[in-house]
């Protein structure tokens, strides 16, 4: 491939398809596509769709007579999600300024990306700008970490080894769990009557090691912080202890994994 830090862009969108989407995130595109009301023949943007799980999930739905479409930021992202779905119309493009005209689709749906946008206010405005009158809007996000204890004991121990910036990190996804503050948010953007249903998955890794070690090597860098060897070590043996109670009786790790689904109509 000619372009160096593409191809290094699609190596991390393979391994996050090939890790990340089966532990934490496929189990949730029935819901969000439920939480839409999407139907056969209807028109569905997927904002900030990753490898294109949701989007694959609401095609299935829309059938051959409807179309949808899937947004993101990260070509890399994009590339994977195309070779693994080419029906689908793959667009690079931010959520705060949604590359589509007014009115375009039936219905609108992200999961777990509305808390990374820059401005996640005027991401809802524009979600709602492309709706048609009467169309769906369903939008999933993490609840809080005090609800999802697996994960805080992970942060714990980032917090005591590898310091705040680390712990911060993984604490980022987790930062509209609040019910009250993610109605506000909806609300600030303009969307009067938006409508709150609270679930609770199930995350699934074949190891401690795994879980961790993909938070450490692949999604804190992500989020800027890159950790040495020595404090990697320490974070790995630290963990097996801090998530043991999570190990099942065949090795693999699971525990709940709860999250939240916004569902809103735009006025007709």
Known sequence: MSDPALQVQIEAASAYEAFFVPA?????????????????????????????????????????????????????????????????????????????????????????????????????????????????????????LAHTPAYAAEVAVLARVAGDAAADALRAPFVLGDTQVLEALFRDAGIAAPHIVSHTGTARFPAIRAMVEADVRGWLPVMGVNLDEPTIARVLTEAEQALGRYVTADGTVQFDSPAHIVRATKPR
């Not at 999600?81 to 009115?103: S, T, V």
């Not at 709602?128 to 009467?134: E, I, M, S």
């Open 24 to 144: 934490l995130f496929q189990e949730w595109a029935p819901w969000v596509v439920a939480a839409a009301n999407i139907q056969a023949g209807q028109r569905v943007l997927d904002v900030a769709c990753g490898t294109g799980v949701l989007a694959r999930a609401a095609a299935a739905c829309v059938g051959p007579d409807g179309a949808v479409a899937g947004l993101d930021a990260n070509p890399g992202m994009l590339a994977v999600a195309a070779r693994l779905d080419p029906a689908i119309e793959w667009q690079q493009g931010l959520a705060e300024a949604l590359p589509y005209p007014d009115q375009h689709f039936d219905a609108v749906i992200s999961q777990f990306g509305l808390m990374f946008f820059s401005d996640p206010a005027q991401a809802l405005r524009e979600m709602f700008r492309v709706l048609h009158p009467g169309g769906h809007l369903a939008v999933a996000v993490w609840d809080s």
